[in-house]
């Protein structure tokens, strides 16, 4: 395909017909009369050599082709976006810029937060939003990437896009303060016979990977897509939980719960941010990276972190 011979416009005509799936509202959407509209639509069924939009009734509904269209031609549309929005020099004192990236609760807790102060403090005119980890990411993982400024991810998910490293945690045993059934330590028969609150992502489960490659199933009693519940969901009851060591020090003040190390040998978390290509010359992009490496070598190494208050462990970091 030559991409000289294309008129790019009808990029813009398609996904506005794609997702509107009415002529009328497609070109009100990106500025054309009802003809105009109608026209494109008309070159767009040409090229395709496909209808695209079929009439039912007073609607329309999209073609088998036309449904395969959706995702890349939404792709696309952000990949251009981003593509012709990149600078060759950005100044985050004065410019305006929106970081869009995708990251677990946990993630934005842990790492998200400072990031999101250092930019408050340096990059005033610039906007931060995280976004929710779809189980598309594991599928459509360059379409994601393309679309936003990045991913925070521990390694294991996703592979292939430049990455830069951020900081390690460990996994924790999480049971409640006064655990009638539970001492200073946790055994293999006790992760078997206690109840279990799991983390269960749409593309991930970390607990129950880990626990099943030791042939043990534990018995799930509650399910959540949210870390920052588990320690309510285990306090005051017999449930145990597998947690990041960070997020537990910040968790626990607001929950009368307590960790313990695994009786296993547990995987540990590399945590990383990842972006797609296009990105990778872009100026605000290097100083989001950039930015994002340096916050990360502010947070206290994993061998610090114990049941000392995070307040205390920064100030043995820092001292």
């Known amino acids: 395909m030559d991409l000289a011979s294309l008129d790019l416009n009808l990029l813009v005509a398609l996904r506005a017909l794609l997702e509107e799936r009415n002529v009328t509202r497609a070109g009100q959407r990106i500025g054309l009369s009802q003809p105009a509209a109608s026209a494109a639509l008309a070159r767009l069924r040409r090229h395709f050599g496909d209808d695209l939009l079929v009439r039912t009734g007073n609607a ?63 990059a005033p005119a610039s906007r931060l939003v995280f976004e929710q980890v779809g189980q598309e990411i594991t599928g459509e ?3 994601v990437l393309s679309g936003v400024d990045g991913l925070l991810m521990p390694h294991g998910i996703v592979s292939g896009f430049p990455t830069v490293e951020l ?13 009638p059934d539970i001492g200073d330590a946790l055994t293999m028969d006790d992760l078997a016979r206690q109840p279990w609150v799991v983390y269960q992502r749409p593309y991930d489960a970390p607990a129950a990977r880990q626990l ?100 205390d462990t920064d100030a043995a970091h820092l001292a």
């Open 60 to 122: 329309y509904d999209l073609t088998p082709l036309g449904t395969a269209l959706v995702v890349p031609c939404t792709t696309a549309c952000a990949l251009l976006e981003r593509l012709f929005t990149s600078r060759a020099e950005f100044d985050p004192r004065t410019e305006r810029r929106e970081f869009r990236i995708i990251a677990s609760d946990y993630a934005i807790a842990v790492f998200g937060a400072e990031l999101a102060r250092v930019l408050h403090a340096e």
């Open 141 to 143: 993982t360059d379409a």
């Open 167 to 179: 900081y390690q945690d460990e996994w924790v045993c999480l049971v409640a303060a006064d655990h």
């Open 212 to 311: 099943s490659m030791l042939g043990l199933e534990p018995r799930m009693e509650v399910s959540v897509q949210n870390f920052q519940l588990l320690p309510s969901l285990v306090a005051g009851t017999r449930r145990v939980a597998l947690i990041q060591r960070r997020l537990a020090r910040l968790m626990s003040p607001v929950a009368q719960v307590r960790t313990l190390p695994c009786p296993f040998e547990a995987v540990p978390v590399k945590e990383a941010l990842w972006w797609h290509p296009v990105h990778t010359q872009d100026a605000a992009h290097i100083w989001l990276r950039e930015t994002a490496a340096r916050v990360a070598a502010t947070l206290p190494p994993i061998d610090l972190l114990d049941d000392r208050s995070p307040e």
